[in-house]
């Protein structure tokens, strides 16, 4: 019962924070003239501030004493928070360059990417399905190498900063908020330091556009903050493979707000390249639809087993104890006949 429990409360986390991550494009244009690197400053520095106080509010201090007796997880850490930075550092730039569509291939990508990584680094091995899926893909960063002139190399970098960045946080194993605020520690001074130097320079825009752009600045830590904590609460409740169908989610607002909203072009190679990284992704979904059906199936039929084997188990000593009680019963002396009196 614990279990689905869990496993609910991860399925909402992973769509909020897919949710808002899908909308978030609607939110950096406003922060214009900041630049992407600022607002990735502010990013990190405000989010820390939002995080410290999530923490002072539920009192949830304990993992931090643990936490600075493992190095190898604080380098993993420190390794999380430089590849989330670039991810969100790239996406502000894409969006604010007005290549929305291009920034949500790189999340449309992003499962297969995951794949790949899992073949190259940890050695696993795919199923037909799951190889089917990432060449049709292959085909079609290169259909769109064509269309665009040259590789997609921010979808590239997009995916695969974003993967492994998934694949850092399984490996630490640290509650969302944690390991935010972990994150957003590695980076505070850095990013701090920069907005000082800017402010110095005067090429600051903290201040100089007005209170309105000034509150748009600092929310960066929430609307940031927020999804990664959903995020690394979800990615620590449910497997991988449910974590990759929800992040579907994202890039599917991403492309339609790059249309519809941001009124992106689409030429025709360009949906010719989308339509294959389309069918890549059904492909995979449907293989690990199926999957998961035939798991549960099977594990369906061991627990059967294991009961009709404990059932057996039960009756087995009731029915040697009847066994030995007639073989008793066959051992036992039979009274002779009484003698006929003379």
């Not at 670039?86 to 990508?109: P, Q």
């Not at 605020?181 to 130097?197: D, R, S």
């Amino acid at each position: 019962m614990k279990a689905d429990s869990e496993q609910r409360s991860g399925l909402l986390y992973g769509i909020g924070a897919y949710g808002m991550w899908g909308l978030v494009p609607l939110f950096w244009p406003l922060l214009e003239p900041a630049g992407a690197t600022e607002i990735l400053a502010h990013r990190m520095v405000w989010s820390l501030g939002v995080v410290v106080i999530w923490l002072l509010a539920l009192r949830q201090w304990g993992w931090v004493t643990r936490l600075m007796r493992e190095p190898r997880k604080l380098g993993l850490i420190a390794v999380a928070a430089v590849t989330i930075s670039l991810n969100w550092g790239f996406y502000i730039w894409a969006v604010n360059s007005d290549r929305v569509v291009e920034a949500s291939l790189g999340y449309f990508i992003n499962p297969l990417v995951t794949i790949a990584m899992g073949v190259l680094l940890l050695k696993e091995r795919l199923r037909p399905a799951q190889w089917t899926a990432v060449l049709i893909a292959f085909a079609a960063v290169l259909v769109l190498a064509v269309g665009y002139g040259q590789p997609p190399w921010i979808s590239l970098v997009l995916a695969f900063s974003f993967a492994t960045y998934g694949l850092i946080k399984k490996k630490i194993n640290l509650g969302g908020l944690e390991s935010l605020a972990a994150e957003t520690a590695v980076l505070f001074l850095p990013a701090l330091g920069y907005l000082i130097w800017l402010g110095a320079t005067g090429s600051a825009t903290f201040g100089r556009e007005g209170g309105g752009h000034m509150a748009l600045l600092a929310a960066t830590g929430v609307v940031t903050a927020l999804p990664l904590v959903c995020f690394g609460a979800a990615a620590i409740r449910v497997p991988l493979s449910t974590l990759g169908l929800l992040q579907y989610l994202a890039p599917v607002f991403q492309f339609l707000l790059g249309v519809l909203y941001f009124h992106e072009a689409m030429p025709p190679e360009r949906w010719a390249g989308f339509s294959l990284v389309w069918l890549a992704l059904a492909v995979l979904t449907w293989d690990a639809l199926r999957n998961a059906r035939r798991t549960r199936s099977e594990a369906l039929r061991l627990a059967a087993a294991a009961a009709t084997a404990a059932a057996s188990a039960e009756k087995r000593p009731a029915r040697e104890r009847d066994a030995g009680q007639e073989q008793g019963a066959a051992r036992e002396p039979s009274p002779s006949p009484r003698e006929p009196a003379t």
